[in-house]
């Protein structure tokens, strides 16, 4: 027990002065109970939204911004929110220091806008413990070797937390937010969702994947340094999710929770000529303009042509459906673009080795009138397309029928 | 030559997103004509204003924020319009490049709040010179030893341009801003105040220190250095005020110009012992509490008792007068405030060798009615503390009899 923890707090958390003050108490506390907080913040509220605006607006020719350039601007918001939070501690006569990331010691890769952590070097860090502080460090960025300012990307704060108590060998990770911890499924959809008192990493990592609040990126690394990642409210007395080694999980339940995503669309590429490389070259152009596609489906060939389809998110779906009309290089019959689809997922890594999860899923949803779109499965998910409006009783139905409430 | 010019952009020229184009298509335009722009910028608008707003309001017992902490919250200002610009400008397809105080080497003492650049390191930004860059360098910041971020207080970006352009022997430093120029007085009180060519160092330097637009301390800088400024408009065809050494000046003219500050008050204390130290127990529980003052003037001592005055800005009084009523070691009959006054001052380095020119200011003063209350004189500044409403006239009168209009 060396006693440090580290805790991280989203934008919502320290949307304004006043949460902002309750966290500086409730950190302030921490410390006099004994431990070493190390605090990861993210950006108060709308403020990188507004960063990421303004950078769109001083170009000309609606060129994108340079990224170089973005990361540092972006980096601010972060640098506010610690430095803030640092006065406002220092103000209850505590002993406390605010570290960029770069004070902080995270080294990264140089993509800039998505880099990774590459080191982080702690001595700064464990100095200012020896000095008996309180360390609030500016989430979701770090520094290249060049010197440069580099961004984490979406889930970037998490992501700094975890790497953290990993490189500290913290006791937990705590990550606060505007939910009370991991549900077997959305809990504003079914009413009667559990909240999970523990998850195991695998279950975790396809619940984040499939839409809950953590980012995917941030659980990969908890499981690979087994770092335990405690999921609470800010400011709700109630008991978390602890996400954790499987290994203690009960192990009579099988289905962990039914993850959801409503912002999907679809494009189906009808009667393409069915060549080596035709999936390639169907998708790089897209991953060249950023378009992240998620479920495929491809039919088997019909005289040497097949229809090809994926679904992707809302936002993306006008510039794919562009790209792919503007393809000079592919020979298809039309591409067909579909709106206002979800995304349900059953998860379990008890469901690896236990048949019929899968049949019974469709039954379920079959019973209930609701067409299914697309299927994916992996070894412990299957997840599938649906009509937007059927969601909320899909999740109900599948809920009761996994006895997810018990 | 080597045409190298350093720009710096004030907070009002960067003010939104339109202006702030304005400025990358004209420091792209510099770069086309030949010259290797240095552009220093300080935080758009009054972004400043609300980051010192939000360190005061998080803390606890209304406590001063930290001021390590409260630095690098400030240093984010000029680094979202350092990046914003530089991202502008790349988008106008020039390389570009902007560096925070700290990667443009600008190292500092460790007086938070208010530190002293104590060297420039400049070998990056030569070498983005060899690489053809132009270079956004945030203003106003720098860092200590330690790594920690430092600001320079009031006058800061007018500084961080001076002291680079002297480390990087550049041929001008060009501080552009909302007025034309530096101007015999307030062009807004006298209406043919006269938009000077050139002035001296030393001219300038007291005309800052009583008001005008630059801060004093870049201008002591620039002629330590001997760094020539040029003072414009930012969005002006105008010519503006070549500020230089003196030995190319005008020798006639011997008033250069009126400084005039409307924002000070004043307090008595009224028959204090005059004891050795006196002065000192007066001061110092002030300048502990940041409190400048200004304008001194002690009476002879009668029965060994004096009246000591002192001129400080209207924002300090309330708090002075508290400090001052709350000094138990000092022994005095009455602390007395007054609010509303202003100091016109004849600026000349001409002055120096020339007697009667404090007479005929007072006369002309007298001639108009005007009472004066405190009076203080440099060997090239002659100050009268008068009454607010007075000072239209009396800067008026001022301009006349010295013949400034000519």
Same mark, same amino acid.
């Given at each position: 027990?060396?006693?440090?923890?580290?805790?991280?707090?989203?934008?919502?958390?320290?949307?304004d002065v006043e949460k902002l003050k309750s966290i500086a108490?409730?950190?302030?506390?921490?410390?006099?109970?004994?431990?070493?907080?190390?605090?990861?913040?993210?950006?108060?509220?709308?403020?990188?939204?507004?960063?990421?605006?303004?950078?769109?607006?001083?170009?000309?020719?609606?060129?994108?911004?340079?990224?170089?350039?973005?990361?540092?601007?972006?980096?601010?918001?972060?640098?506010v929110s610690s430095t803030l939070l640092a006065i406002s501690?220092?103000?209850?006569?505590?002993?406390? #220091?605010?570290?960029? &990331?770069?004070?902080?010691?995270? %080294? /990264?890769?140089?993509?800039?806008?998505? !880099?990774?952590?590459? @080191?982080?070097?702690?001595?700064?860090?464990?100095?200012?413990?020896?000095?008996d502080k309180i360390i609030i460090i500016a989430g979701f960025?770090?520094?290249?070797?060049?010197?440069? #300012?580099?961004?984490? &990307?979406?889930?970037?704060?998490? %992501? /700094?937390?975890?790497?953290?108590?990993? !490189?500290?060998?913290? @006791?937990?990770?705590?990550?606060?937010?505007?939910?009370?911890?991991?549900?077997?499924?959305?809990?504003?959809?079914?009413?009667?969702?559990?909240?999970?008192?523990?998850?195991?990493?695998?279950?975790?990592?396809?619940?984040?994947?499939?839409?809950?609040?953590?980012?995917?990126?941030?659980?990969?690394?908890?499981?690979?340094?087994?770092?335990?990642?405690?999921?609470?409210?800010?400011?709700?007395?109630?008991?978390?999710?602890?996400?954790?080694?499987?290994?203690?999980?009960?192990?009579?339940?099988?289905?962990?929770?039914?993850?959801?995503?409503?912002?999907?669309?679809?494009?189906?590429?009808?009667?393409?000529?069915?060549?080596?490389?035709?999936?390639?070259?169907?998708?790089?152009?897209?991953?060249?303009?950023?378009?992240?596609?998620?479920?495929?489906?491809?039919?088997?060939?019909?005289?040497?042509?097949?229809?090809?389809?994926?679904?992707?998110?809302?936002?993306?779906?006008?510039?794919?459906?562009?790209?792919?009309?503007?393809?000079?290089?592919?020979?298809?019959?039309?591409?067909?673009?579909?709106?206002?689809?979800?995304?349900?997922?059953?998860?379990?890594?008890?469901?690896?080795?236990?048949?019929?999860?899968?049949?019974?899923?469709?039954?379920?949803?079959?019973?209930?009138?609701?067409?299914?779109?697309?299927?994916?499965?992996?070894?412990?998910?299957?997840?599938?397309?649906?009509?937007?409006?059927?969601?909320?009783?899909?999740?109900?139905?599948?809920?009761?029928?996994?006895?997810?409430?018990?």
């Open positions: 027990m060396n006693k440090i923890v580290v805790q991280k707090y989203g934008g919502t958390s320290i949307g108490k409730k950190v302030s506390d921490k410390k006099e109970a004994g431990f070493f907080p190390i605090v990861v913040v993210s950006a108060m509220g709308k403020s990188t939204d507004e960063l990421v605006r303004m950078s769109e607006e001083v170009t000309f020719n609606k060129k994108s911004p340079d990224l170089r350039e973005k990361d540092t601007l972006l980096s601010t918001g972060e640098l501690i220092k103000s209850l006569d505590k002993k406390v #220091i605010s570290l960029s &990331g770069s004070q902080a010691g995270i %080294t /990264t890769d140089d993509i800039h806008g998505s !880099a990774r952590i590459s @080191d982080i070097n702690t001595s700064r860090i464990l100095q200012e413990i020896k000095e960025q770090g520094v290249n070797i060049d010197g440069d #300012i580099t961004t984490l &990307g979406r889930g970037g704060s998490d %992501t /700094t937390a975890v790497a953290l108590a990993a !490189a500290l060998n913290a @006791d937990v990770c705590e990550i606060y937010t505007d939910v009370e911890g991991i549900y077997t499924t959305d809990p504003r959809i079914v009413s009667n969702a559990k909240k999970l008192d523990k998850i195991n990493y695998e279950d975790m990592l396809e619940m984040a994947v499939l839409g809950a609040k953590m980012h995917p990126r941030s659980i990969e690394l908890a499981s690979i340094y087994d770092v335990p990642v405690y999921v609470a409210g800010t400011f709700s007395k109630e008991t978390g999710t602890l996400i954790t080694k499987g290994v203690n999980m009960e192990k009579t339940k099988t289905v962990t929770g039914i993850a959801i995503d409503k912002n999907v669309s679809k494009i189906t590429i009808k009667k393409i000529k069915n060549l080596p490389g035709t999936a390639a070259s169907i998708l790089k152009p897209l991953s060249d303009n950023s378009i992240s596609i998620d479920v495929i489906v491809q039919n088997t060939p019909s005289d040497g042509f097949i229809d090809f389809s994926f679904s992707l998110s809302q936002e993306d779906l006008e510039k794919a459906y562009e790209i792919l009309n503007n393809n000079n290089t592919l020979d298809f019959e039309e591409v067909v673009k579909g709106e206002d689809f979800a995304k349900v997922s059953l998860v379990g890594t008890g469901m690896q080795n236990a048949p019929g999860y899968a049949t019974e899923m469709f039954n379920a949803l079959g019973e209930k009138n609701i067409s299914i779109d697309m299927i994916t499965t992996s070894e412990i998910r299957i997840t599938c397309l649906i009509n937007q409006n059927d969601l909320d009783i899909a999740v109900n139905s599948l809920h009761e029928t996994f006895e997810l409430d018990k």
